[in-house]
């Protein structure tokens, strides 16, 4: 679902509502700093349950072909690499994953960057190998551009390394893309998800306070009934619902295109 960043609500007006339901309007019970912080967690969730934060990075080719996971990336849609720069796109190539691809990188060797080269299963020079004898990359491994991860790097092929840029595009994390201290973030679809979110943490919180009289752990009780946070009947599902609505301009293209695959 498509959103304008005008008809988003900041975490202020979140922690407003949620500070009146647990009887801490002054936040004095709870500090803004935690509230802020149920509010990024709120948000981060979300983000992981339904990627609707999308976040693109274009990075300079690096010389080792070891390119750092951006921060706030948790899933990884594509991968580009291209000439020019991110103003001028030249020629561009699509870089696929190849599984058992291992690599060091690059080497510097008399001031000049040198593959280190890889090992993998399906390799150009398995001629002996009974099961991977035949590679898809023996005709050309010269224009064989693939990567694979390890431990938050992104290792590509050195055929990579003619190209001036490589560009990420995938889903992140709403609170490491934006600093949401200080804009609005929070969608109008998800704000009773969030503030509930908020309202239970809170009264989870405080309930130790309570003096016999049970009041947080209600509030707590409560506020989790509406929020339902792993079940499908609660505000959670619904922001979640909501976020996966395709939008009708994407929904009428989407079948138009699949029906013309029959034809």
């Known amino acids: 679902m498509t959103f304008s960043f005008d008809d988003l609500i900041s975490i202020q007006e979140v922690i407003a509502d949620a500070a009146v339901d647990v009887d801490d309007k002054?936040?004095?019970?709870?500090?803004?700093?935690?509230?802020?912080?149920?509010?990024?967690?709120?948000?981060?969730e979300l983000s992981f349950d339904v990627p609707f934060i999308k976040v693109v990075r274009d990075i300079v080719?690096?010389?080792?072909?070891?390119?750092?996971?951006?921060?706030?990336?948790?899933?990884?849609?594509?991968?580009?690499?291209?000439s020019g720069d991110p103003c001028n796109v030249g020629y561009v190539e699509n870089v696929y994953w190849k599984k058992g691809f291992e690599t060091r990188g690059g080497v510097i060797r008399e001031d000049e960057w040198t593959a280190s080269g890889?090992?993998?299963?399906?390799?150009?020079?398995?001629?002996?190998?009974?099961?991977?004898?035949?590679?898809?990359?023996r005709q050309s491994p010269r224009n064989a551009y693939y990567?694979?991860?390890?431990?938050?790097?992104?290792?590509?092929?050195?055929a990579c390394s003619g190209y001036d840029y490589v560009r990420i595009v995938g889903t992140g994390v709403a609170t490491s893309e934006l600093?949401?201290?200080?804009?609005?973030?929070?969608?109008?679809?998800?704000?009773?998800?969030?503030?509930?979110?908020?309202?239970?943490?809170?009264?989870?919180?405080?309930?130790?306070?309570?003096?016999?009289?049970?009041?947080?752990?209600?509030?707590?009780?409560?506020?989790?009934?509406?929020?339902?946070?792993?079940?499908?009947?609660?505000?959670w599902h619904e922001a979640?619902?909501?976020?996966?609505?395709?939008?009708?301009?994407?929904?009428?293209?989407?079948?138009?295109?699949?029906?013309?695959m029959t034809d």
């Open 240 to 260: 979640k619902t909501r976020l996966r609505k395709l939008d009708t301009k994407m929904w009428r293209d989407f079948i138009e295109y699949n029906s013309k």
């Open 26 to 44: 002054e936040m004095q019970k709870l500090t803004p700093g935690w509230y802020r912080k149920q509010v990024k967690r709120a948000m981060d």
């Open 61 to 82: 080719m690096p010389d080792d072909m070891k390119v750092s996971v951006p921060k706030g990336f948790y899933n990884i849609d594509k991968i580009h690499i291209f």
């Open 179 to 235: 600093d949401i201290d200080n804009i609005k973030i929070v969608p109008p679809f998800a704000i009773k998800a969030v503030t509930l979110w908020v309202v239970e943490k809170a009264a989870r919180a405080l309930k130790g306070t309570d003096k016999g009289n049970r009041r947080y752990r209600t509030i707590q009780t409560d506020a989790a009934l509406q929020l339902d946070e792993y079940g499908f009947n609660g505000a």
């Open 147 to 158: 990567f694979n991860t390890r431990n938050g790097i992104i290792y590509l092929s050195s």
């Open 118 to 137: 890889y090992t993998a299963n399906n390799h150009e020079h398995n001629i002996t190998d009974p099961f991977f004898k035949v590679s898809v990359l």
